[in-house]
């Protein structure tokens, strides 16, 4: 072999070896992008920090599990976020290295990240496989941080929703999710919370509307955590918003809402009568309603499901209510008294 083929050989061979170093991202503006289940193999030989670069579309938990050869060694490993179009000046999460790395994050927003892997000690090979997953469940209709961006929900919805997710850490955190409801009636409004057991929710607050803005203090509140069964009975017609505050963690929820008919209303400010003092049959009921009871009877209004009045009776004595002409389905009494109101639930057949 001459000389100058060689020499040419060499050139090809330094070149190579230049660009593979290259391709491994010495710095973070130079980056491998890594994709979902890719696996890379390479080497130290050549520069002492490599650098990776991961894309979400999505919120995810994320992991690298890296392995060398038991020659190299890796320092620890730290994942960057991308601040103001550069990466964070500290890292977002870091783990320590050495030869067998495994490197979980799992409150990861949407956003472009680096993930730096320095060398410690000796040369030789390694490999980094690069994993993500989605939560359990989708997110909300985002945003809905603050009361004015409200998701609306109506009766018999059931939503899903995340929070704790972040992309450079707690200042940016999804920590809040609002929802809104409207009554077109006296109703009572039942919340069931759910979460993935890792994500716990604060106290869930309901707060009413007052002069375009939302009380200065929630109208009522419940203690949640993983799961909460939230219901309030004594609604008028209005707006009225949710407020779901993260606790700890981060993960998935699912919230139901539903509309019933009030078990008791006193909106006259006099005690709420015991069930017992007043009787109604047949229940079911085809054409008429017999009403026994030891209390005056001063009106009785008739709701259906939604809420809403569908007739009124005034009466002194009444002991009878014709409902003959009711469409089928579920309806509420509301019986005024000399003292107090009853609720009761009637099945038109």
Not at 120 to 149: F, H, M, R, V
Not at 173 to 201: P, R
Not at 322 to 342: E, F, H, K, R
Request: net charge negative; with cysteine.
């Amino acid at each position: 072999m001459n000389k100058s083929r060689f020499f040419l050989i060499l050139c090809g061979l330094v070149l190579l070896t230049a660009t593979q170093a290259q391709a491994q991202g010495a710095s973070w503006q130079e980056a491998t992008t890594i994709l979902n289940n890719q696996t890379v193999s390479t080497n130290f030989e050549n520069g002492d920090i490599h650098w990776y670069k991961i894309v979400l579309s999505d919120r995810a938990s994320v992991r690298f599990v890296l392995q060398t050869d038991n020659v190299v060694s890796v320092g620890n490993l730290e994942l960057y976020a991308i601040v103001d179009e550069t990466i964070d000046a500290s890292c977002r999460n870091s783990t320590w290295g050495g030869c067998d790395v495994d490197f979980k994050i799992n409150d990861i927003a949407i956003g472009t990240y680096y993930l730096k892997i320095p060398r410690s000690k000796g040369y030789g090979d390694y490999t980094l496989n690069y994993k993500y997953a989605p939560p359990s469940l989708p997110e909300d209709a985002e945003i809905n941080d603050d009361w004015t961006q409200a998701i609306e929900l109506i009766d018999g919805d059931v939503v899903s929703g995340q929070l704790g997710y972040n992309h450079a850490g707690t200042t940016n955190m999804d920590a809040v999710d609002w929802y809104k409801v409207t009554l077109n009636g006296n109703a009572a409004v039942q919340f069931v919370m759910e979460t993935d057991n890792v994500l716990s929710i604060g106290n869930l607050e309901l707060y009413a509307t007052e002069d375009g803005t939302i009380g200065a203090s929630a109208r009522n509140s419940v203690s949640a955590g993983y799961s909460a069964n939230f219901k309030i009975n004594d609604l008028s017609v209005g707006t009225y918003y949710l407020k779901m505050p993260r606790n700890s963690g981060y993960g998935s929820y699912t919230l139901s809402y539903k509309i019933f008919l009030p078990e008791a209303i006193d909106d006259t400010g006099i005690k709420t009568v015991k069930m017992g003092a007043l009787q109604i049959y047949p229940n079911p009921v085809k054409d008429e309603i017999f009403i026994k009871s030891e209390l005056q009877i001063t009106k009785i209004e008739i709701l259906d499901f939604a809420g809403r009045t569908v007739e009124t009776l005034r009466a002194t004595s009444l002991q009878t209510i014709n409902v003959s002409a009711l469409s089928p389905g579920v309806y509420m009494l509301m019986i005024y008294t000399d003292n107090g109101i009853v609720v009761k639930k009637v099945v038109k057949i």
